[in-house]
């Protein structure tokens, strides 16, 4: 069974910084590449950033470019999401995915829980 798991997301005051992990079984990482996401309260999913299997990273938000960061440890299976000088516009649930953006989504993808995070004094 393919399980894609998000682990890392807490409460934190505004600058302060979060690490979220996205841990596979059942498929290689490797041969994917992987999307992060959020969604805020009464907001629709948004794309956050992608790193192809190679390593090669995209930011589709411009707010987020230079504060997260997204690599990948295939000997782990994992790809992760630094977040620094975290805000509370920041505030969502963040899902990671095997694919890039929502418009590409489809049923064949693999979408983990959800990890929440709040940025808030």
């Known amino acids: 069974q393919v399980q894609l798991v998000e682990t890392g997301g807490g409460s934190v005051q505004p600058g302060g910084s979060l690490r979220l992990t996205c841990t596979a079984s059942?498929?290689?990482?490797?041969?994917?590449?992987i999307g992060w996401f959020r969604q805020a309260p009464g907001k629709g999913r948004e794309a956050v950033g992608c790193i192809s299997g190679s390593g090669a990273t995209t930011y589709s938000l411009n707010s987020v470019k230079g504060r997260f960061t997204i690599s990948r440890d295939n000997a782990k299976n994992t790809v992760t999401l630094q977040m620094n000088n975290l805000k509370p516009e920041d505030t969502a649930v963040y899902y990671c995915?095997?694919?890039?953006?929502?418009?590409?989504?489809?049923?064949?993808?693999?979408w983990g829980q959800g990890t929440q995070v709040t940025v808030s004094s």
């Open positions: 995915a095997s694919v890039c953006t929502v418009v590409a989504s489809t049923p064949y993808d693999y």
């Open positions: 059942g498929l290689t990482l490797e041969q994917y590449p």
